[in-house]
Nanobody, 121 residues
Framework: QVQLVESGGGLVQSGGSLRLSCAVSGSIFRVNDVGWYRQAPGKQRELVAAITDGGSANYADSVKGRFTISRDNAKYTVYLQMNSLKPKDPAVYYC???????????????WGQGTQVTVSS
């Protein structure tokens, strides 16, 4: 079993910052790519940022220059630093990890339960 636990969400004023964490635990041989997604009410879930096991990152256009994704492989934790938060950013933020649980190179997708981000104007 693999668990993903997100934390760090909350209420922040427009222009403020939050740092989200996604901790992966359980039966882990290797954590491959990890992505942060968000879903606002009435909207589809969208990819915000992703990072490979080697540390290469990519971002949605809407967050480029404001959000930074990083990872600590020793702790199986991925972070999303969110700066200059805007009224369009509120959503439930989820992380998804591709995990090799046995060393056989087969990857399984696991999702966290989400953490709410609210931005006040």
């Amino acid at each position: 079993q693999v668990q993903l636990v997100e934390s760090g969400g909350g209420l922040v004023q427009s222009g403020g910052s939050l740092r989200l964490s996604c901790a992966v635990s359980g039966s882990i041989f290797r954590v491959n790519d990890v992505g942060w997604y968000r879903q606002a009410p009435g909207k589809q879930r969208e990819l915000v940022a992703a990072i490979t096991d080697g540390g290469s990152a990519n971002y949605a256009d809407s967050v480029k220059g404001r959000f930074t994704i990083s990872r600590d492989n020793a702790k199986y934790t991925v972070y999303l630093q969110m700066n200059s938060l805007k009224p369009k950013d509120p959503a439930v933020y989820y992380c998804k990890a591709e995990v090799d649980t046995s060393g056989g190179w087969r990857l399984y997708d696991y999702w966290g339960q989400g953490t709410q981000v609210t931005v006040s104007s």
